[in-house]
């Protein structure tokens, strides 16, 4: 299957919606993960959460959800391009117990990087018990618009996908919302997951016409590369980079994303710092 997101919107009311599926990103994700299960699960929820939110930016460069504390679970990070493609990485500390519910005075982050030089936007919110609660205290309390997000990961199976509702300006009572998140609320993960939205999605208003747009692929993606890491060697001195040769024997960087491994030796580091030598 064909990693994607898709948005959908209801003619008459004002509220729309997107789901996706993930299983090929979150798998990659996971191929060199050898944390605990608790991370593994986060991670797919982080993406998820990304990639759903996505489907309501428009002109964007970069979209980058996070959270960072400085209980057991240090970092939380996912990234995605406006190409789709999309990274996440996790930081965390050994042998504890990490979950949200242990992260006290952690924040959420949503960053919208422009590109072209312009300035970026930054969203934060208290981190609440759960990704999910957190994303819709987000949308309530920066966006101002009320959201429901539904995320179902299963680490196992290496599956993810989930679904989104958002309230948009305009009438809706709150019964007609509260039919709606309850729908997508109920039932297992793997059967909403399984569900055809072409087939569900009508039976939340029978009345009313519900619009679903084409598809969008979405693909793991890595920005790292061997120029990008000289680069920040550059950055950080010719003394550093010696340094780390004596004791060492060598300078290995390895992304923490995607985790390839960039190796420089003596005679790398001497051409690297060489008089006149651009910085790519």
């Known amino acids: 299957m064909t990693d994607f997101s898709q948005s959908f919107y209801w003619e008459t009311l004002p509220l729309r919606g997107a789901r996706c599926r993930l299983d090929d990103i979150y798998a990659r994700v996971l191929r060199d ?14 993406l998820v959460g990304l990639a759903l939110m996505a489907t309501t930016q428009k002109n964007y460069e970069r979209l980058i959800m996070q959270t960072q504390s400085k209980g057991p679970l240090k970092l939380l990070v996912a ?11 996790g930081r965390w500390e050994e042998g504890a117990t990490v979950d949200f519910s242990n992260l ?21 919110v208290a981190l609440r018990e759960t990704l999910t609660a957190s994303l ?12 429901y997000f539904r995320l179902a990961v299963d680490v196992a199976a290496q599956q993810a996908g989930g679904y989104f509702l ?12 509260r039919v709606a998140t309850q729908f997508i609320a109920i039932g297992s993960d793997q059967s909403l997951l399984k569900a ?16 679903l747009h084409t ?13 990008r890491v000289e680069r920040m060697l550059v950055s950080l001195g010719q003394a550093e980079a010696e340094e780390t040769l004596a004791t060492e024997g060598a300078v290995i960087v390895t992304c923490e994303y995607c985790h390839e491994v960039y190796r420089f030796a003596d005679t790398d580091i001497a051409l690297l ?5 651009p910085l790519h």
């Open 33 to 46: 993960f050898s944390g605990p299960e608790g991370v593994a699960k986060l991670l797919g929820e982080v």
């Open 79 to 89: 990234e995605m391009t406006a190409a789709g493609g999309m990274r996440a990485y």
């Open 104 to 124: 006290p005075d952690a924040l959420l982050a949503i960053t919208v990087d422009m590109g072209m030089d312009r300035d970026r936007y930054q969203g934060l």
């Open 136 to 147: 819709n205290a987000y949308f309530t309390e920066s966006v101002q618009s009320p959201a």
């Open 166 to 177: 958002q309230r948009l300006p305009g009438v809706l009572r709150v019964e007609d919302w």
């Open 196 to 211: 055809q939205p072409e087939q569900f999605l009508p039976e939340i208003f029978p009345e009313e016409s519900v619009r």
């Open 215 to 227: 598809e969008q692929p979405l693909t793991f993606s890595c920005s790292c590369s061997r120029k």
């Open 273 to 277: 710092f060489a008089a006149g030598k």
